[in-house]
């Protein structure tokens, strides 16, 4: 039997503050098995990017567990990782591709320079060894070998996007996140950049979970789904199931929203 790649229990964050108490997600729970996609689907504001931002350590949960099995043999939380643990978790273990290229990208360093420091970040010393590789994840991800050197500042928005999936493919971390891949791009530019994540996903069998508001965007991409509401996971399952199927009243909302 194959064992999950990543298990998450009960994830929970509340952010409470003066006279306000704001449930982004509860009791999230799922597996994520090695080579597969999983996507995450629901409208704004369900709890979608904050289940990322919290396996990403960029937001500490209020409750909750993950365990990734080459993280302490997935026995110990992942959530409790000291400072130096969760360095090592989010520049060798896992990467994120934000939704805005801002936060993923410094857009006042070039595109290879880029690429470079996630892998300075990931131990590589030789200069040659780091631009060759960034050269060769540029190029995997479509992004002309000319522009290696300019700032991605001047790219639009697709040519960003790029960049940071090449950013974070380059040192072959074991889980892949990306949030709202393509929301902020053009609806001309959206067919390509998912081609290419769908294409980089077959050749390399990347594991990756992928969060979009975006049924078309989950159903050309991810093989299992949950469909998150409030806060909540309120269905899962294969995908094709899901759209075929639909069982939960929102979930039925969203998928007549796409086929009709
Ligand atoms: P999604 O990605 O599905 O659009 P989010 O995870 O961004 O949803 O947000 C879930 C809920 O949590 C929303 O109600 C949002 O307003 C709230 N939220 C997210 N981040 C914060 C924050 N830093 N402070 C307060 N509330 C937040
Ligand atoms: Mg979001």
Redesign the pocket.
């Known amino acids: 039997m194959v064992e999950p790649l990543l298990r998450v229990r009960d994830l929970t964050k509340i952010?409470s503050g003066k006279g306000h108490r704001?449930v982004?997600?509860e009791d999230v729970s799922f597996d994520v098995y090695p080579g597969e996609v999983l996507g995450i689907v629901?409208e704004?504001?369900?709890?979608?990017?904050?289940v990322l931002q919290c396996l990403f350590q960029d937001v500490v949960p209020t409750s909750g567990a993950a365990y990734l099995t080459s993280f302490e043999g997935g026995e110990r939380n992942m959530f409790e990782a000291d400072r130096r643990e969760r360095r090592e978790l989010r520049t060798h273990r896992m990467s994120m591709v934000y939704q805005n290229p801002r936060q993923g990208l410094n857009l006042m360093v070039t595109a290879g320079g880029n690429v470079a420091e996630r892998l300075l970040a990931a131990d590589w010393r030789r200069v040659s060894d780091i631009r060759a590789k960034a050269s060769d994840y540029l190029v995997r991800t479509e992004v002309p070998i000319e522009r290696m050197d300019d700032f991605p500042a001047f790219f639009s928005g697709g040519m960003q996007q790029r960049v940071q999936i090449a950013k974070a493919l380059a040192n072959n971390p074991e889980l892949v996140l990306l949030d709202e891949l393509t929301t902020g791009l053009d609806v001309s530019v959206q067919a390509g950049v998912l081609d290419l994540v769908r294409d980089i996903q077959s050749k390399y069998g990347v594991t990756a979970i992928i969060?979009s508001?975006d049924l078309g965007v989950i159903r050309l991409l991810a093989d299992r789904t949950l469909v998150?509401k409030d806060?909540h996971v309120v269905e899962s399952g294969l995908t094709d199931q899901i759209l075929e199927d639909p069982q939960h009243p929102y979930t039925q909302l969203l998928v007549n929203c796409v086929t009709n």
């Open positions: 952010y704001i982004a997600c629901g704004s504001g369900s709890g979608k990017s904050t969060v508001h998150m806060g």
